[in-house]
């Protein structure tokens, strides 16, 4: 799992929050990549995973603190709503790990209510937090979300 976002911009601040919610828990390998996740890819190419799930802040035109998991082809129709702090679109670097990787890669993106600099989460993003940490553990023990 890798978690995507500036912590000192708001809501921006779930993916890494996320991983910290998720570090330690056995069988969840997790990556802080910041706000620059391209430089993250030969860590998380030595992971081999058999799944991908970057967490982002990622406006989707929900209420804040919703969250959905966009599979491969919606992360590219989304590409233009994901929160513009990332160094590169995370679309490339998805790409990278693709030509390196053969796993299913998907985003799990969290609406966001605020995104100024150190404005701290939201209300609704906090309290986001345990259920999106609860929904990747449910995730990652191999359980299918329904389509």
């Given at each position: 799992?890798?978690?995507?976002?500036?912590?000192?911009?708001?809501?921006?601040?779930?993916?890494?929050?996320?991983?910290?919610?998720?570090?330690?828990?056995?069988?969840?390998?997790?990556?802080?990549?910041?706000?620059?996740?391209?430089?993250?890819?030969?860590?998380?190419?030595?992971?081999?995973?058999?799944?991908?799930?970057?967490?982002?802040a990622c406006d989707?035109g929900d209420?804040?603190?919703?969250?959905?998991?966009?599979?491969?082809?919606?992360?590219?129709?989304?590409?233009?709503?994901?929160?513009?702090?990332?160094?590169?679109?995370?679309?490339?670097?998805?790409?990278?790990?693709?030509?390196?990787?053969?796993?299913?890669?998907?985003?799990?993106?969290?609406?966001?209510?605020?995104?100024?600099?150190?404005?701290?989460?939201?209300?609704?993003?906090?309290?986001?937090?345990?259920?999106?940490?609860?929904?990747?553990?449910?995730?990652?023990?191999?359980?299918?979300?329904?389509?």
């Open positions: 799992m890798v978690g995507v976002g500036n912590r000192q911009r708001g809501d921006d601040a779930i993916g890494p929050m996320v991983v910290d919610e998720l570090a330690g828990d056995e069988g969840i390998a997790t990556v802080d990549a910041g706000s620059a996740p391209e430089n993250w890819l030969e860590p998380i190419a030595r992971l081999k995973p058999e799944l991908l799930v970057f967490v982002d989707f209420r804040p603190g919703e969250f959905r998991e966009f599979d491969r082809a919606e992360l590219d129709r989304l590409a233009g709503g994901l929160v513009s702090t990332h160094t590169l679109p995370l679309t490339v670097t998805v790409t990278l790990l693709e030509q390196q990787l053969d796993c299913d890669i998907v985003l799990v993106g969290v609406q966001p209510g605020r995104l100024q600099f150190n404005a701290g989460l939201s209300d609704e993003v906090r309290a986001a937090l345990p259920r999106v940490a609860d929904y990747l553990r449910r995730r990652a023990g191999g359980w299918q979300p329904s389509v």
